[in-house]
């Protein structure tokens, strides 16, 4: 992800002027916070990634919630056996891989057209998987559409081709779920996209001996570096998304402003029965599109993007469609809620008035 800001002069010919360096004085580098951070990250990372593989040792899924697994952050459990924390290894140094993948895919493209961004800032959270990814600020004009779309498209091509190949890597270390188990154990159902499904089916047609090949995914225990990979492809999906400010807005406005504003409001519209009927997550997205889509990049109408570029935004087209999953998380439809509020009010009601109803006999 990236954010860009300050207004740029949309005059053709002042694009057309070399700019081979940024104007004005860099800004302040702060490498201590990016340091401090990036440490932060190692550790939430290292310590649901060592819950993840305490889990996979004990044939439960990765997030599971059950009795028999790891707390959701098992702080205490760590400092209890800090060796332990090496357990965490893999996932921690695959998931933070591939974040770095992608926003250096967006850094480097910066450096490349002259423009200052930063180095990724790493947002750690103690959550189920330990990050909120990361993030570059962009701090000086882009110029052109050619840079806008090469910048937007550089960071989830980057971040893809490393999720495929962490998930090519890792789907064969997997193993079937026990039969005693069942595939509800885990409170946290995983919505598995397409790239999923191919990726079981070439590794069934090189290894027609695989013991997870031929079984439904949510009948796999997956190895804590696949549930990386997972968390990279639900990250491109997300940044991919057509509108507002995301990576695949940026991708859509430096084709076609105008069809950018409509694709924008047509993805909100479609995110909102997405989730109704599948998970309630979208909503969230629905709103944060239609909030960055009040602010919208200024960048030179000429020269057009074209030629090879335009392939290339047919392919971030084919990275979204194989990455997005309707349910990412679980089922969890809107409408379940709607009717739990429902009911809550409803009885709330009743109890009110039956007290009403008390007090009136008394």
């Given at each position: ?9 949309s005059?053709?010919?002042?694009y057309?002027?070399a ?19 990036l ?14 593989q ?16 790891a ?46 961004a ?9 959550t189920l ?136 409001r ?25 909030v960055?889509s ?12 074209s ?56």
């Amino acid at each position: 992800m990236s954010e860009l800001n300050s207004p740029i002069p949309s005059s053709t010919l002042e694009y057309y002027h070399a700019l081979p360096e940024p104007v004005g004085p860099p800004p302040r580098k702060r490498y201590w916070l990016h340091g401090l951070l990036l440490v932060a990250t190692c550790f939430t990372t290292l310590v649901t990634g060592a819950r993840m593989q305490d889990n996979f040792a004990h044939n439960l899924p990765a997030l599971s919630m059950s009795d028999d697994s790891a707390p959701l952050f098992p702080v205490g459990w760590i400092f209890s056996d800090p060796k332990g924390l090496l357990k965490g290894l893999p996932f921690a140094a695959a998931v933070m891989f591939f974040f770095l993948a992608h926003e250096m895919g967006h850094y480097l493209y910066c450096r490349r057209y002259g423009i200052y961004a930063t180095l990724p800032f790493f947002i750690p959270m103690p959550t189920l998987i330990g990050t909120m990814g990361a993030v570059i600020l962009i701090r000086s004009p882009i110029r052109s559409r050619k840079a806008l779309f090469d910048i937007g498209i550089a960071g989830p091509i980057a971040g893809f081709v490393v999720a495929v190949a962490l998930l090519v890597l890792s789907l064969g270390w997997s193993k079937p779920m026990p039969a005693s188990l069942h595939p509800g154990v885990q409170d946290i159902e995983i919505g598995y996209p397409l790239i999923f499904q191919w990726i079981q089916g070439l590794l069934a047609a090189m290894n027609p001996g695989s013991t997870v090949a031929g079984l439904p995914l949510n009948r796999v225990v997956l190895h804590p570096v696949a549930i990386a990979a997972w968390v990279g492809m639900f990250a491109t999906a997300l940044n991919l998304l057509p509108g507002g400010q995301l990576d695949g807005g940026h991708i859509l406005y430096s084709i076609s402003p105008r069809v950018h504003w409509f694709v924008s409001r047509l993805a909100i519209l479609i995110l909102l029965p997405m989730a109704y009927y599948f998970w309630a997550g979208w909503l969230v997205w629905a709103i944060l599109l239609q909030v960055s889509s009040l602010r919208r990049p200024q960048v030179s109408e000429l020269p057009r993007v074209s030629g090879t570029r335009v392939g290339l935004a047919l392919f971030a087209l084919f990275m979204l469609v194989c990455t997005l999953s309707l349910a990412p998380l679980g089922r969890h439809p809107l409408r379940e809620f709607g009717i739990d509020v429902w009911q809550a009010l409803h009885d709330l009601v009743l109890f009110v008035r039956g007290v009403f109803q008390h007090w009136m006999r008394r």
